[in-house]
């Protein structure tokens, strides 16, 4: 029965993405409709989350389905980031199409499909099911990322990631066939048996934790495998932008921390190569970010930056005990003020995302002075700055990573975070310290505003009081 | 004194200033700030007449916050705080007073950064004052790029991107001494007493020693960091400027005394020297740069950075003399030079102009005006019988006792400040009457009784600085007492009171 009861949340977010398809057939179907539902399914698989993270004992069940699934507090704390994540974009997006004009009741039903298989992904605990909730994941992204058929941009994003996607699908199952090779099992607990008897540089077993490694750093667009973020993120509307940076890093970082977390001995064979992969993606998405005119790229390249921040914790986490709880927390601060930054765009962006640049947001706070200020909170969280959620996360990545005796990481990190503050400041500058150009006229209130001061709050709620850890 | 006063001194500003940011009654703004900084002033005056003058914290108050890193949030007072706090809380309500920013944001701001210095000064533990250090740079950010002069953007982003650099650099510095101490006792703390016990050296601890220093020194600022420091004195509005010169600057000298000395002993004995030197350049330096200037207000901007080199040497020669010296003239500084950037805030507002050729004759026309001015300035420079001449004296003493040819290089270098302050006097105050000083008015009654109080003060602490010195001095003594004694020793007196083990 416990068992049922870890996966209730999972059965009713797919029971969900399941009865908006159906509810797509009926002839009256709107989807302003499907946006309220759906809303409604997020939220009650979050709340059923919660409860099972205060009830069910978390040691009881670490693997269910024969080992298929593992429920821990880290997946626990990270379904319900992903939850949270489903809420507010639907919150978002029914603003965001208010102004924009393509979204079908599809749209929710995908919202929810991918939101199944990030969770499938990040409670997998089997190499075939991982692949298998990456695919759902995925291929829901896919279609969301280009919904929007009448825009060229979206359509080149589209195909972008598509392909890019295709081709780390592929070697996701290459990596799976080399550790069944070497390991003889696809079962993350057969393969840590392996490990604590056999090196994790035999040439199967390392080439086939780099595939893997390779398709994750590709889904959190890590160095080298970052090129693409910017053209995605740019062309896919504002809240599956937010969507994709926040709910599918989750999974992506879940995954590769229960997998790398495995045996000792496999974290250690790939500390060397986590570290520089981290420094590079740290250097060259702040690089990327500090050139950018449009707010969306921008926010891409600094997804990019908090995406080395991660990496950082990766390289840091203690597969002896290991809990997660700082990769969740920062996660978490991420996702809480990335959404933010997306819902705040999803409501003022206007109609066809005609405001979307830097000089665009000139002297909204003279305007609307809410805006501005849930915005300036958003970026002040993300550039670190106490006593957002941001820094907290930032502090206790820091903290790991000394701990574990990678000064040289964590000082490298805290440089990367002072050159972020550069694109950080800029925006508030330009909605505090010049002049209005034009009035921001929001029609009404809108969801999107109700979940921006939500999430606002949110922040200094995590930042004040980090339960999780 | 209550339990919470601390507490309330910290958040009774924020709060308020949230409340006004939030509330859409134009007028009251002020008056809303005016009276919380009075209450806050009443508090901070008690605590000072209520500290009994022993060494260790007072007032204290603690509640778990971050249980598994250790962290709680912990307040207290003792003698090396307490000339700070007393400065951050008694001269804000001359701010509210005096000047005339209409908007609400502007006090809200300034309400809020009064809150987070505050709780920087009184923080026990590492993070919390972390937290508050960084806060207290946000509405400085805001209210120069909002209220500030015609180069007020390059201006704050300077001044923010600068002093961020040095405090997230600070924040490894801070979770290395934490995870040094739990390396040796496994235990998490951030308790500053407890981390005491700890006298790092070698290895990585000379890099987080630079961490700290230089957060410090950007703060102060000490030569070659000042770089900030011209524009954003310069362009920000009167009331920030005061409060960058007169508090916040002090909480980097504070954040020296506190952290550095006794967490990195043998590394700041071997680079006091150093730093002793960058304090005696950047004095000589600033105070050239301040003769050269025509606007009152760079000059101040660079006599203050002079006058902050003294203090920096104060702390750098390391003995019971300087190290009093230095406290005694953070609250010397804030009440003369911090004061002046209020005066020549009145004068810009009358008169629209700081240019000092285009002054010239206030005092026939402003004697109250002139006469203040002229005690600030005086007390600035050091007069014997003014505040800042006890200051002065214990620095260069302590100073002579660490090196004589040092001490007398100290003493040569205050004759800068003389020269450029009573030159600009000079100009300012006396010579030919010109066309835009004649259309300035004397402080009126209101006016001169707010900065009254200061003046008296400045003399209060000329002529009974023993006052102020016997409850700072056993603090004082403990503090250089612990800096020099063996590690070994400080470990077994802090760790007889580690329970939670």
Known sequence: ?469 | MFESALTVMIFLPIVAGALILLCPAKGAARIIGFFVSLIVLMIGVQLFIDFDGQAGMQFVYSTPWISSLGISFGLGVDGISLLVLLTSAVLFPLVFCVLKEQSRNFYANLLLCQGAMIGAICATDLVVFYIFWELMLVPIFFTIGLYGGPGRLPATLKITIYTIAGSLLMLVGIIYVASCYHQQFGVWTFNMARLSALSLSGGFAGWAFLMFMIAFAIKIPIFPFHTWLPDAYTEAPPATSFVLSAIMAKIGVYGMIRFVLPFFAPEFISWATFFLFLGIIGMIYCGIAAIGQKDIKRMLAFSSASHMGVIAIGVCAMNVQSLTGSLFQIAAHATSTGVLFLFVGLMEERLKTRNIDALGGLAYRAPIFATFFAVAMLASVGLPGTSGFIGEFLIILGTVKYSMFLGLLTGFTLIVGVCYMLWMFQRVFYEKESETTTRFTDLTAGEAFSFLPVMILIFVMGIFPQLFISKIEPAVQQQIAQLYAPAQQQVVTNEISVTDK
């Open chain 1, 1 to 469: 029965m416990h068992d049922f009861a870890s996966f209730l949340p999972l059965v009713i977010t797919c029971a969900g993405a399941l009865l908006l398809m159906l509810y797509a057939v009926c002839p009256k179907a709107e989807q302003e409709k499907a946006s309220l539902m759906s809303m409604g399914f997020f939220a009650v698989a979050f709340f059923a989350q919660l409860l099972v993270v205060c009830t069910v004992s978390r040691s009881v069940f670490p693997e269910t389905f024969n080992g298929l699934l593992g429920v821990s507090s880290f997946t626990n704390a990270a379904c319900l980031i992903i939850y949270a994540c489903g809420f507010f974009t639907t919150l978002s997006s029914h603003t965001y199409f208010r102004e924009n004009h393509f979204a079908t009741v599809e749209f929710y039903s995908l919202l929810l499909f991918s939101a199944v298989g990030m969770v499938l992904l990040s409670m997998a605990r089997e190499l075939i099911t991982a692949f298998i909730a990456l695919e759902i994941m995925s291929l829901a992204i896919y279609i969301l990322v280009g919904f929007n058929r009448a825009s060229s941009r979206a359509t080149e994003a589209l195909f972008k990631y598509f392909i890019l996607g295709a081709f780390s699908g592929a070697f996701f199952c290459m990596g799976t066939a080399m550790i069944y090779g070497a390991a003889g099992s696809t079962r993350f607990e057969s393969i840590a048996e392996w490990l604590a008897f056999n090196p994790a540089t035999t040439p199967l077993m390392l080439g086939g934790a780099f595939f893997l490694l390779i398709t994750i750093f590709f889904k959190i667009s890590a160095f080298p495998f970052h090129a693409w973020v910017l053209d995605v993120y740019d062309g896919s509307s504002n809240p599956i932008t937010g969507f994709m940076a926040t709910a599918l890093k989750t999974a992506a970082f879940a995954l590769i921390a229960n997998f790398l977390a495995l045996s000792g001995n496999l974290h250690d064979s790939w500390i060397t190569g986590l570290f520089w992969i981290a420094v590079f993606t740290m250097f060259g998405g702040n690089l990327i970010a500090i050139g950018q005119d449009n707010i969306k790229r921008m926010i891409a390249a600094s997804g990019i930056v908090h995406s080395g921040y991660l990496l950082i914790a990766l390289v840091a986490i203690n597969s002896e005990h290991f809990s997660g709880a700082v990769i969740a927390y920062y996660l978490a601060a991420y996702s809480v003020a990335t959404l933010g930054m997306f819902a705040a765009l999803s409501w003022l962006g206007g109609e066809g995302e005609k405001r979307v640049n830097f000089d665009d947001f000139k002297g909204l706070a003279k305007r609307q002075p809410l805006a501005a200020a849930t915005i300036t909170i958003f970026l002040l969280s993300m550039a670190g700055i106490p006593p957002t959620a941001g820094f907290m996360g930032k502090f206790y990545i820091i903290t790991s990573a000394i701990t574990a005796g990678q000064i040289a990481l964590g000082v490298l990190g805290i440089i990367s975070s002072i050159l972020s503050m550069w694109y950080y400041l800029r925006l508030i500058v330009s909605m505090y310290f010049h002049d209005a150009e034009e009035d921001f006229v929001v029609n009404g209130t809108s969801l999107a505003s109700i979940s921006t001061v939500a999430l606002a709050i949110g922040t200094f709620a995590i930042g004040l009081f980090p339960l999780v850890l």
